[in-house]
């Protein structure tokens, strides 16, 4: 069954979306199978994956609202193993539309269930705002990542979506972990970058990844050409940071596994 990941931040321009793609892409090329759900009605996942946006194209909110099998809404991508649910701009209204829905923080969870088992991973590219659609992420996740950028307002809103975690596992029995705090587009020339990073793990400790993805132009242009960072400029040091991103949230899993099996 596969493990949910919600990708949430709700400050804008943090390389949530470029972290989705390119982790996403990173664990197929482990031999995993992935999908990648776009929950942002922006939809930039979804064109950073080449997926065009028709209209006959089935998308998350056709799942969530309009009675199409979750099934329906799965596109293949150009890479192996990776498969994604499209969004378009139709999503903007289902923060509206959930609101008088009965039970309404369930409904993604809910759609996700029937395809859970065809996939080891499931990533959620949640929408810039705590807002009902990343509230459904975050109760549909197992755990949550949190891309931030390395800049002077990184801890601002960082402790809101901390408190948001913590009422999501209170409010609905959810056994919600955080992934890591992943810090973003580093550039290790500035002191500013040096101070946030160092701040950062000072305060959450243990829970800052120690994977660091650079500011690159190279990542910045993979999506205008419909590709993951791997296919895109496979020996840039962006692609090398979210291999080894991967790498990490993996060795991270198997760990938590042989904990919970010692303790057992």
């Given at each position: 069954m596969a493990k949910i990941i919600a990708i949430s931040n709700q400050k804008g321009g943090v390389g949530k979306t470029t972290t989705a793609v390119n982790l996403a892409a990173s664990l197929a090329a482990n031999d995993l199978r992935v999908l990648l759900i776009d929950c942002d009605p922006q939809g930039n996942s979804t064109s950073g994956l080449g997926i065009e946006k028709t209209p006959e194209i089935k998308t998350l909110y056709d799942a969530l609202f309009s009675g199409v099998e979750i099934s329906q809404t799965i596109q293949p991508t150009a890479c192996d193993g990776l498969d994604v649910i499209p969004a378009d701009k139709n999503l903007v209204a289902a923060n509206l539309d959930l609101v008088d829905l009965p039970s309404r923080e369930d409904r993604l969870h809910d759609v996700i269930q029937p395809i859970r088992d065809r996939y080891d991973y499931i990533l959620l590219d949640c929408p810039p705002a705590l807002?009902?659609?990343?509230?459904?992420?975050?109760?549909?996740?197992d755990s949550v990542l949190i891309p931030i950028q390395c800049e002077f307002f990184a801890l601002e809103g960082i402790s809101q979506l901390m408190d948001t975690v913590d009422r999501v596992k209170e409010s609905f029995s959810r056994s919600l972990e955080i992934e890591g705090i992943l810090l973003t587009m580093y550039d290790e020339r500035t002191n500013l970058a040096r101070q946030v990073a160092d701040d950062l793990r000072d305060f959450f400790t243990d829970q800052v990844l120690t994977t660091v993805i650079p500011r690159s132009i190279r990542l910045a242009e993979a999506p205008s050409?419909?590709?993951p960072i791997l296919m895109y400029d496979p020996r840039s040091r962006?692609?090398?940071?979210?291999?080894?991103?991967?790498?990490?949230i993996?060795?991270?899993?198997?760990?938590?596994?042989?904990?919970?099996?010692?303790?057992?």
């Open positions: 807002d009902l659609l990343t509230l459904n992420a975050l109760v549909a996740a050409y419909g590709k962006g692609a090398e940071s979210y291999i080894k991103l991967a790498k990490e993996l060795a991270n899993e198997q760990r938590r596994r042989q904990a919970t099996q010692s303790a057992g």
